[in-house]
């Protein structure tokens, strides 16, 4: 199993991930049971000196806030439903940074979370992701503030 270093989000942005969630669960989908949360790096192992170096350089940064507007569905998860974020430059730098702090540190890192190829997002839906966007369409957008990276 991967570990993962994720963004958590704000009480009121969780909330509203767990409302879309429960409408969906209302109609029979199967929906994450995790706290919502945007991955941003994932590897075999994140050993202690990876973290310890991730540690040192979230100390320079801000964290960015993150907008969830976009139902869609990720390259090779196309069975899940998500809400992607509209990706900004300070997004992408804080991204980078995390991956600059774990280059070299981490074992297997994976590659659907690298600089390039990252679609930051929530899973809503785990399945049927076409039902479930016919019954969250249109979405309201989720403004979510980053309040903490979490290492799992």
């Given at each position: 199993m991967a570990q993962t270093v994720r963004f958590r989000l704000d009480d009121d942005a969780c909330a509203?991930?767990?409302s879309l969630r429960a409408r969906l669960r209302s109609l029979g989908l199967a929906v994450p049971t995790d706290t919502p949360a945007v991955t941003v790096a994932a590897a075999g192992a994140i050993p202690q000196p990876a973290r310890d170096a991730l540690a040192a350089e979230l100390r320079l940064l801000a964290l960015p806030s993150i907008w969830l507007a976009t139902l869609g569905t990720v390259a090779?998860?196309?069975?899940?439903?998500?809400?992607?974020?509209?990706?900004?430059?300070?997004?992408?730098a804080v991204h980078a940074a995390v991956h600059d702090a774990l280059a070299g540190r981490v074992r297997a890192p994976v590659a659907a979370y690298l600089p390039g190829t990252w679609l930051p997002h929530c899973v809503l839906a785990e399945e049927r992701p076409a039902d479930a966007f016919a019954a969250l369409h249109p979405v309201t957008p989720v403004r979510a503030r980053v309040v903490e990276v979490e290492i799992g």
């Open positions: 509203q991930v767990e090779g998860r196309a069975d899940e439903l998500v809400l992607a974020a509209v990706v900004d430059a300070e997004l992408l």
